[in-house]
């Protein structure tokens, strides 16, 4: 996910390298500022959160998301390696993403082949701040209700953890099939046409939604049917 809303840090260059070059500077600049600006007992605390999820086998750099932050995503990372340790053991690591080589500008969190990546332009900002923008998707339609939260952004990214672990078991054709069958099930925006985030959308639903419309019940009963499937 996590593309949750808001702007781009700098939208207005003229050109794609130029603007990408300055999210660059602007990501450095973030997280040198938030680590300067961050008080002792909030780096002890973070530290503390760090050490939970390096306790896991995940190697873990959290150091400059605030704490009530880092907090709750870890705590919902924490229960999901619990009900799934097998997708918990593809999860290598976390950390920012300050050469913007992935996320791009948009992108607060996102995930390949068991690496986290955390978007320093994004993640440093106020926890109310994120809360508000996590809501708003839900408001907007881009995600399904329930999932508005940040143990739901948590659990979006998670899922695609759980994904590479039930391709594993399913194979190449059982994959393809589960994308294919959940591209048909409308979830909002965000999955709308994007066979690669449709499972981790499904996700956080599974876990987090309430009220779901149809296609993302439908959705749900199909990832609940591959999860047995893969015996996870």
């Known amino acids: 996910m996590s593309e949750q809303g808001g702007d781009p840090i700098d939208k207005d260059s003229p050109s794609g390298a130029a603007r990408d070059a300055r999210n660059r500077q602007l990501a450095q600049e973030a997280l040198a500022r938030r680590l300067g600006q961050q008080p002792e007992w909030e780096r002890i605390a973070v530290g503390e959160l760090e050490a939970r999820l390096r306790a896991r ?5 959290p150091m400059g998301i605030p704490v009530e932050t880092a907090d709750e995503l870890v705590t919902e990372w924490e229960r ?16 920012p993403d300050v050469g913007f080589g992935r996320l ?3 992108k607060w969190l996102g995930y390949h082949a068991g690496q986290m990546l955390w978007h ?3 993640m440093t900002r106020p926890t109310s701040q994120l809360r508000e923008i996590a809501a708003a998707s839900v408001a907007t339609g881009a995600h399904p209700d329930g999932c508005g939260t940040l143990a739901a952004v948590a659990c979006h990214e998670f899922g695609h953890l759980v994904e590479d672990a039930v391709g594993l078991s399913l194979g190449r054709e059982g994959s393809e099939a589960l994308r294919a069958a959940l591209v048909g099930c409308s979830m909002g925006a965000y999955a709308e046409g994007r066979p690669d985030e449709c499972f981790a959308v499904a996700f ?10 149809a296609g993302a019940q439908m959705a749900v009963s199909t990832l609940v049917a591959a999860l047995r499937a893969a015996g996870m």
């Open 80 to 95: 999901l390696i619990g009900l799934y340790p097998v997708a918990a053991r593809l999860w290598k690591s976390i950390g």
């Open 204 to 213: 956080p639903a599974m876990h987090h939604g309430r009220s779901l419309g």
């Open 57 to 61: 086998g995940v190697d873990a750099n």
């Open 104 to 106: 791009g500008a948009r």
């Open 120 to 122: 320093p332009g994004h």
